[in-house]
């Protein structure tokens, strides 16, 4: 097991990695900025210059090639995706949280937004994600419970219960709304962590399929992801001190800054982020 002096090097390292070659196109920052006002302001948030900015700087670095969209479908799904955001993100008060995460789980889930796009044309962001708002909004309360809460500090065994009952009934929103706005059924457990981490970022933790098989678990399904809360929660608690100072160092959740050393470990593959470099190649 790692010592805290090499835990904190790997944090440090991996949130380094992360910045330089993940964050240029990484939405998080805004929609976790936007989602604790929504809770703060009891259902309200505000599209600042700030905000726009954020979004033109994230916009003119997101490169499509890097999610595997190319070509015809890369300028559909962009240009559908501008058209949201110039649409819904104006200056001045707004409520609909699916709108407020859209950004961070349409980029982070892109590949699935992908195959929603290939299965119907008229695929709607803006219906599918105000549909998503008005669901979560009506789950405020179950949510509730586990935003005030840290993983370190729970005994998940004692929660289960309600954790199982909110994994499904996001999961059947997702299948719901799959149905609805692209014409087959998906389930979605990646994008059900992703929504349930945005909204309660300090008690559920990220996972993707490339972790999952890392760490041992087959995928990330429901049985697997309570397992992986566990057994993370477990772990963590030898590191919670240094945590919590890189938490108001960086500003961001330990929940996030572990989940990056997973993704950079596990999922990214560096090798394809050498053009960043900027080195003048010669050939031999």
């Known amino acids: 097991m790692l010592s805290k002096n090499e835990f904190e ?18 939405f998080y920052p805004l929609s976790l900025q936007l989602v604790e006002e929504w809770w703060r302001n009891n259902g309200r948030y505000r599209i600042s210059e700030e905000v726009l900015r954020f979004l033109q700087s994230r ?11 190319l070509k015809e479908m890369r300028r559909a799904i962009d240009n559908t995706f501008k058209d949201f955001l ?8 707004q ?21 929603y796009f290939e299965e119907n044309p008229q695929f709607s962001l803006s219906d599918y994600f105000t549909a998503l708002g008005i669901e979560i909004d009506r789950l405020r309360d179950e949510i509730a419970y ?27 929103i ?8 692209v014409g087959k059924k998906h389930e979605e457990p990646l994008a059900t962590i992703k929504i349930l981490h945005i909204l309660a970022p300090n008690y559920f933790p990220l996972l993707d399929n490339e972790i999952a098989k890392a760490v041992g ?68």
């Open 9 to 26: 090097v790997w944090v440090r390292s991996s949130h380094g990695l992360y910045t330089v070659f993940e964050s240029r196109y990484d």
């Open 86 to 93: 110039s649409r819904h993100f104006t200056i001045g008060e």
């Open 59 to 69: 916009l003119q670095q997101l490169d499509y090639s890097v999610f595997g969209v």
């Open 146 to 172: 586990f935003r005030s809460k840290r993983l370190v500090d729970r005994d998940i065994n004692s929660d289960e219960p309600k954790v199982r009952e909110l994994l499904k009934t996001v999961i059947k």
């Open 217 to 284: 678990l087959k995928r990330a399904r429901m049985d697997a992801y309570i397992t992986w809360m566990k057994r993370l929660k477990s772990w963590l608690q030898n590191y919670v001190d240094v945590l919590e100072k890189l938490e108001k160092e960086f500003g961001l959740p330990m929940l996030k800054l572990v989940d990056e050393c997973f993704y950079i470990m596990c999922t990214v593959d560096l090798s394809k982020r050498i053009q960043f470099l900027g080195m003048p190649w010669t050939q031999y």
């Open 95 to 115: 409520s609909n949280v699916g709108v407020a995460i859209a950004p961070y789980l349409f980029t982070w889930n892109i590949k699935r937004f992908k195959t």
């Open 174 to 181: 997702l299948r719901r709304l799959s149905i609805e706005y």
